[in-house]
């Protein structure tokens, strides 16, 4: 079709070749080939060996039937909509603390108008909020003017990036396996990805050790190291650092110089009964670390949680240890931009401060949570069983977040196969099980893994009544797959 | 304070230069200057001579006392909970049309799941919705495909220059005076900015002999020269391009090879009766060019208009011209940051598409709508009468969009007081004008404007019973100005 655009004034050739180097798995060629499908089910239902595509791709809960907590739905409607708190009815339809929260919200902002663009770090009520709520999490100060409200965490990220790359020269730690954000914004940005490798061996841990190799050839190539990402919980892999191990990151960032980019955006998605969420400005404050000592940027969404509100676009950072000069900066930046969208900053204070004990909403609210994380660690729990009971398949404990992570070893067969049809082996093992069976995975190659392994990213997002057929469905594919390319 | 952050790892001169050089004047530090005088209000009242400040410097009609369209803002509550549509008393309280808009918006989306990402573009239905919208405004078709909704405007502007730039060599063609965001992302992606000129004696038109000059002209240095921005109506000179002029200017980007990117975001803004907005895909498809001869984007954002909902970040581009491989290439930047915000899709697809005659809430929103647009009509029509009255100050009308952009003689003494105080004579008036009035404008420098001239950007916002408090306020502090610095 190419040759049709021929007269065109832009062709491939005269795109940032920065963009056509970006690659996003996430959302890459199998989701594309799963939307085709789902269309051809929808035109001739019966014309593939399932009914429906199962979107485990993407930790997109709401997309698979997770049910929003009613409390935060409450405050934004009425938000968006505030004449509705002048009528009657409201009472009898919405509970009294919503109401009241609603009410303290618009008091917050200059005319009560949703509908204008705020303050570029987000309207300072909400940030007093979220920084309250930071306070009671973390036991140590937070500051309203130390948080930029977001539209999600991405955007947030690439506003680091943005920041801190000046040219290729410019490198960032980042975790292999890794939340394939990272490297595109790197690309994007025209940085250099400095990887480091977490050892699945030992549950996906960080070794200081290989952080500390990663930073030394990359410096003995003359690359100025700007940044550490940790994702923690981690994506891919469901590792929730202990805290000795956090210490000794904020330990290596202070010592070497780098910034510590922390992605916390699953710190309410711990399932490990032995394991709790600790944010990394806790722990460096914990350890003496203060403002001056360190640069932190903790990175957190209104997407995950036990909210899971990923089309609100909601989000915020926690901007620590950074010089006035270097906000104004931040500030500059972000005020191209005008400020995030005004529901999204709601909802950003709400998973902040949700109801307390006391209130009307608190009964309801916290059965809809537990409901919600109580049952995604026992499907974390079937899941990583049913993995494990495959032939050549080995999967760690999710111990938080929202993803199984499995290694697959692959017969040579298929590999050479997947070689043959041009593609990666878990990418040709991913293709083949979504004709097979409508569930769509990400191969390990989207994010990144030691050279001869390979894995792919599961969600643990299918509603539980569906997870038995799905584990079903998967195992039999897999011993077909076996079968049929087994040595 | 810079020194205090001696040891911290990243100092500016660490930062990314291209964002150390980005600017961006309509948050720049008058606003911020405006913040702290309003602090100052607070917590003393009768510290200044005005009790209020008011924000002229930006197209915020929400911040300055506008209110929202009942039924956009009855859909958005509706969507935000949709528990409400089994609730016997919604009926009472919503109007029938935004209760059964909802259900269909409802309908479009897998789950009825307005938390859950959306497909890359935005919510298909949504998209079937603006392509309707845009075919009867236009009277072509429209494709679905070819929209991708945005978080307003800006984050489109960034997307597009993202893909276009990938070296200073990358040149856009953007208008002088220009809204600053098209400068400061140029800067941002590390392209070439070149500046047309806007021909003030002429009402601000855009002249094609000035358009060919500067592309030959940049052609000569050696710039690739991607893309022509277009402003209409403009942002800050009001002008609504003629029809012929229009065509004109396809022409030229046909002739010329680049890329078409209208900024059209004021559309519905038009207030000279003689006036008409036409979109560019319009002009160049009644011209008889078709998708493989122009490649055009068309910007445009629920932020203005008459609806003014700045704070929902809801926008599009329309995205016309562009072979598949370089759509694909869009569609994974846009993947990276998974999808806009789903109320400003939601609310994107309203403005496109609003109450029509024989619908319950037709003569409501008609109602809102025409007391709106008209009222901004007087207000430009006030306004610019009143600059036009002052000594040494000329404005042309304000045809569309949102501001007023008057042109100052400043008196020589006035200029060298303003070199002294080492800042741009029309900002050292801005200054000025703040601190006696509490009126902030932005000022011509911040736009670009021909060396040697001077302007200031006022919006045409405040609500109508203030304008003659500010047209006194503002003629008074202008005198006292004038008689402190006549030569």
């Avoid at 930071?134 to 539209?151: Q, S, Y």
């Avoid at 975790?175 to 400095?194: D, K, M």
């Amino acid at each position: 079709m190419a040759s049709d655009y021929s007269s065109s004034p832009i062709t491939l050739n005269d795109l940032n070749p920065k963009v056509l180097k970006c690659a996003y798995a996430i959302r890459g060629e199998i989701v594309t080939h799963a939307q085709t499908l789902q269309q051809d089910l929808t035109e001739n239902p019966g014309s593939h060996p399932f009914n429906e595509i199962l979107y485990c791709n993407i930790g997109n809960p709401h997309s698979l039937g997770q049910k929003p907590i009613s409390f935060f739905r409450e405050v934004l409607a009425l938000c968006d909509h505030p004449l509705l708190l002048d009528r009657s009815e409201t009472k009898a339809m919405f509970s009294a603390d919503s109401i009241e929260r609603a009410i303290q919200i618009l008091d917050q902002i200059p005319c009560r108008a949703t509908g204008a663009y705020s303050h570029s770090q987000g309207i300072k009520g909400l940030r007093d909020k979220i920084a309250s709520g930071i306070e009671v999490r973390d036991g140590f100060p937070a500051d309203p003017n130390d948080i930029f409200l977001t539209d999600g965490a991405s955007p947030a990220v690439h506003m680091m990036m943005q920041l801190l790359i000046g040219s290729e020269n410019d490198g960032i730690l980042c975790p292999i396996p890794q939340y394939p954000l990272y490297s595109a914004s790197i690309t994007l940005h025209g940085g250099t990805h400095i990887s480091y490798y977490l050892d699945e061996e030992t549950g996906w841990a960080l070794e200081i050790s290989e952080l500390e190799n990663q930073l030394k050839t990359a410096r003995s190539r003359g690359v100025n190291v700007k940044a550490l990402v940790v994702i923690n919980p981690g994506n891919p892999t469901g590792r929730v650092l202990a805290e000795a191990n956090q210490r000794e990151i904020v330990e290596f960032c202070w010592k070497e110089g780098v910034v510590l980019l922390a992605d916390e955006v699953y710190q309410e998605n711990v399932y490990a009964p032995d394991k709790q969420f600790h944010s990394f400005k806790k722990i460096s404050r914990s350890m003496g670390f203060g403002e001056k000592d360190i640069s932190l940027v903790s990175f957190h969404s209104a997407s995950k949680g036990y909210y899971g509100e990923c089309g609100k676009r909601g989000g915020y950072m926690e901007f620590t240890g950074f010089s006035p000069e270097i906000r104004e900066q931040i500030y500059k930046v972000a005020s191209v931009n005008l400020c995030s969208n005004i529901s999204g900053q709601i909802l950003a204070s709400l998973i902040m401060s949700p109801p307390k004990v006391g209130d009307e909403s608190h009964e309801c609210f916290s059965a809809e949570k537990e409901a919600i994380l109580s049952s995604l660690a026992r499907r974390a729990k079937i899941l990583e069983d049913a993995f494990n009971s495959l032939e050549g398949v080995t999967c760690y404990k999710a111990e938080g977040a929202l993803y199984s992570f499995p290694r697959i070893n692959l017969p040579d067969k298929a590999i050479k196969a997947a070689e043959e049809a041009k593609t990666a082996p878990d990418a040709f093992y991913a293709w083949r099980l979504l004709n097979a069976t409508g569930i769509v995975v990400v191969s390990g190659s989207g994010f990144g893994q030691r050279p001869g392994t390979w894995h792919f990213r599961c969600t643990i997002l299918p509603q539980e009544e569906k997870i038995p057929a799905i584990v079903s469905r998967f195992t039999q594919f897999h011993k077909q797959f076996m079968d049929e390319f087994r040595g």
